[in-house]
């Protein structure tokens, strides 16, 4: 599910005016007691579905109605626990809007928030491991863009330092090997033995036998780098059709 969300779109959004910024974010004031009640309801709407991909489309239609708190919050950057403001994140990883949840994920770390009650997992774990199973539903598919391949790269490096298990580190950095083996085989070949480092068994041995031989064919002067792919290099091939794959995983309860 590609994220349509134009640049120009985001910076209006973010463009609140400060009065707007204090009118929502003024302490538990009523317009924040009625967001609250709101996602106690969207999470009972959304509980009533059976479907994942049904709980996604939800979720996609749900989450405009908080953005201009979103926003007034990462601007006020008071940095208080908000478990209103962690699951909204994971929505939005669920639905594929990966800018717009690490924004929110950068300015969560920044101020130390933690996941709610119901995550055992840290919020950078978090990230790391949902935005690689849903780029991956995503490439399975063959619906992820660049602008999304790009916020993979950004989710790898924001997380790098955090502490979080070595299975999840390497599931993130085998993903970001396979969307950028097309362009960048050097750096794919650097993600793919990350991720072997951090978990012998993290599927990636076929793919670096592979890639070590094609860049040990190829002519010296061909071969790249391993850094990251800027944005305007993501431009990849076009793919074959591929079969349809298991439908994107969105978190039943959230």
């Not at 955090?162 to 083996?181: H, I, Y």
Request: hydrophobic share 35%.
């Amino acid at each position: 599910m590609t994220d349509k969300t134009t640049p120009a779109a985001r910076h209006r959004q973010k463009a609140l005016s400060q009065k707007e910024v204090t009118n929502i974010t003024a302490g538990p004031n009523q317009a924040y007691r009625m967001l609250q009640l709101k996602l106690r309801e969207d999470k009972q709407a959304l509980k009533s579905k059976q479907s994942i991909q049904a709980k996604i489309e939800l979720k996609r239609d749900l989450v405009g109605h908080y953005d201009e708190w979103i926003n007034a919050t990462l601007t006020a950057g008071k940095g208080d626990q908000d478990n209103l403001l962690t699951t909204l994140m994971l929505w939005h990883i669920d639905i594929g809007r990966f800018w717009r949840a690490l924004d929110i994920a950068e300015y969560a770390m920044k101020h130390d928030l933690k996941m709610p009650d119901a995550h055992q997992r840290t919020l950078a774990t978090v990230v790391a491991e949902e935005i690689a199973d849903t780029a991956k539903k995503l490439a399975t598919s063959n619906e992820i863009d660049d602008e999304q391949i790009a916020q993979v790269l950004r989710a790898s490096t924001i997380t790098a330092d955090a502490d979080m298990p070595d299975q999840v580190r390497a599931k993130l950095s085998r993903q970001v090997g396979e969307l950028t083996e097309a362009i960048n085989p050097v750096f794919a070949l650097d993600n793919f033995q990350n991720a072997l480092k951090f978990d012998e068994n993290s599927g990636v041995k076929g793919s670096i036998k592979r890639l070590e031989k094609q860049l040990k064919d190829a002519q010296p002067e061909t071969q790249l780098e391993p850094v990251a792919p800027q944005p305007e290099q993501l431009e990849r091939p076009e793919q074959p059709n591929q079969p349809d794959s298991p439908e994107l995983l969105g978190d039943n309860n959230s």
